[in-house]
């Protein structure tokens, strides 16, 4: 593997995600509201068409589709989340999250490109916050080799791997590695974007929850070279 994760990944063979697909697609069709896909279409800045499942709804039927399923292993994990970002409909994305979510103590460091392609696949914060919090955030804190692709992400010129990398620590809590959350804040503290802007200040907010002095000397020492909205969001919990 390298540094960033970057290789090019391919779908594995998987009995289990051969199953998983059959039934998944099944049952999301059958669910279909096309009205409603419309309306969900639309008020995700057209990232992706949808079936038109609710949230509820679609947790619903995916314990369904998952009823009686083995426990999967990085290999179906693999084929799972790729067979599913392959398909164009965006509940089929979140099915995958939510089932990697629940799995990834059974992916390894390897799993690392596997994130990269779908964070940096039909990217929108639908599926890259969820992402960068639970499986990319997981993979580094269960192998802390792994920063160092932090590293390289945080310093991309993809905006989504920039704001995963500012958000892989937002579960950390005490865990968190404090330097180097203020050094990727700091890396892209002159971004344009408001979606890494807005991350850092939520990166920020998070680890406030567990040091609130730390980040406020932090900002004391370095506001200055922030957009206000990171700033903002930074200190909406504990004031300046």
């Known amino acids: 593997m390298t540094v960033t994760g970057a290789e090019t990944v391919g779908v594995p063979p998987s009995a289990l995600a051969d199953a998983v697909l059959e039934r998944l697609t099944a049952a999301y069709a059958a669910g279909a509201d096309p009205a409603r896909a419309a309306a969900m279409r639309a008020y995700m800045k057209d990232v992706a068409p949808f079936l038109g499942l609710s949230t509820p709804e679609r947790r619903t039927l ?8 083995p ?20 509940e089929y994305h979140y099915f995958a999250v939510d089932y990697l979510r629940r799995h990834v103590g059974r992916c390894g460091s390897a799993f690392l490109p596997v994130a990269r392609h779908l964070v940096t696949t039909v990217p929108w ?16 804190a269960a192998d802390p080799r792994l ?19 500012l958000l892989h620590q937002l579960r950390s809590r005490k865990s968190t590695d404090a330097d180097r959350l203020f050094a990727h804040c700091l890396r892209q503290a002159g971004h344009p974007d408001f979606f890494v802007r807005k991350a850092i200040g939520w990166a920020l907010r998070e680890y406030a929850r567990t040091d609130p002095e730390a980040v406020r000397a932090f900002l004391d020492r370095e506001g200055h070279r922030f957009a206000p909205l990171s700033v903002r969001e930074a200190l909406r919990n504990i004031g300046a």
């Open 62 to 69: 995916s314990r369904a589709v998952l009823a009686g399923t």
């Open 71 to 90: 426990r999967p292993d990085e290999t179906d994990c693999t084929a799972i989340a790729l067979r599913c970002w392959a398909l164009p409909q965006r």
């Open 125 to 140: 914060w639908d599926t890259v916050d969820p992402l960068a919090a639970h499986v990319v955030g997981a993979l580094v």
């Open 147 to 165: 920063t160092a692709a932090m590293d390289a992400w945080v310093a991309d010129d993809d905006l989504w791997l920039v704001r995963t990398a």
